[in-house]
C-alpha cells in the first residue's frame, strides 16, 4: 500500500484486502453486492480490450472500509 494512496483516503480492492486482513475476492463481493460502497475509477490507458473482456477498478474511501468493518457481528 503506497503512503500517497494512504495519505488521499482510496484503497484499491487488493490494498483494501490487506487493510482489513481478509481475501480481496470478500471486499470485492461485498461491493457487488451493495454492502460496501465503492466508486469505479475510469479507465487511464488508451489500450483497448478484447470484446466482452472487461475489468473494473474500484476504489474505496477508508472511511467506508471502516464503517463496513463496524457492521460486523462483535464477540459479545
Do not use: F
Amino acid at each position: 500500500m503506497s503512503i500517497k494512496t494512504q495519505e488521499r483516503g482510496w484503497l484499491s480492492v487488493a490494498e483494501a484486502g490487506k487493510y482489513v486482513g481478509i481475501n480481496p475476492e470478500i471486499i470485492k463481493c461485498a461491493i457487488e453486492s451493495g454492502e460496501l460502497l465503492a466508486y469505479i475509477k475510469p479507465r487511464t490507458s488508451p489500450e483497448k480490450l478484447r470484446v466482452g473482456q472487461r475489468h473494473i477498478y474500484y476504489k474505496i474511501a477508508i472511511c467506508d472500509l471502516d464503517d463496513w468493518v463496524r457492521s460486523w457481528s462483535t464477540s459479545c
